[in-house]
């Protein structure tokens, strides 16, 4: 997350964290990391993933997936901290319904979202406070992002560099939801051909393209019979 925001010359979003002080979960973001990204003129995308949000316990089970007793008062409490460290235009939504597989007791699908606005005005967010945290402060920095896209297009070339492999594989959730590592240059180690026994060649019998070669020399035998 700092490295990010130290580097970047465009806002950056953190498109799934909660806040750190109001739960400790490693991607949930600490407040001094809250105060770069407000310099930065990013955003925090406060996800409902319950055990973001919070020590989550599954009580049941239903269409939606485990249904958790984290709240989405739980999840206000982490608007409210961004909202009196930075304030409210870093604030943004990220739900993650298509890729967790637990929900909140009280917001368990999109038909369910006006329950969190409603939380949120019980707690004096005005309506206009709520627009910009559900889609505003959005478009706000995804045109800012477009603006030093542009810039640096017109500066200078993509840098193109991939990650190390090793570094994408230090955490097990990095392959799950990062680089495609199939498509890496660095290839995933395998076993000593020496213990698999002899290689097989590449034109090995049978391959398609020695069948095609000889349907094609076929072919040439019997137009010149």
Known sequence: MRDALKWSQAPVIFSHSSTRDTYWHRRNAPDDVLEMLKQNDGLIMVVSTPGFVGKSTIIEENHSGGVSNVTVSDMADHIDHVNRTIGHQYIGFGSD??????????????????????????????EEMILD????????????????????SAEE????????????????????????????PEKEPTEDSTTLGPEIPSEAPGSSKNLYFSAFLLLLVTLFQ
Not at 97 to 126: A, H, K, W
Request: proline fraction near 3%.
């Open 157 to 184: 070339k993509p840098v193109e560099t991939w990650i190390e492999r090793d570094y994408l594989e230090n955490f097990e959730e990095r392959k799950l939801c990062r680089t495609d590592l199939e498509l890496h």
């Open 97 to 126: 319904f298509d890729g967790m597989e637990s929900v909140l007791y009280d917001m368990q699908d999109v038909s369910e979202f006006p329950n969190l606005f409603g939380e949120l005005i019980r707690r004096g967010y005005t």
């Open 133 to 152: 945290i559900k889609g505003r402060n959005l478009l706000r920095v995804m045109k800012r992002m477009e603006e030093v896209s542009a810039r640096l």
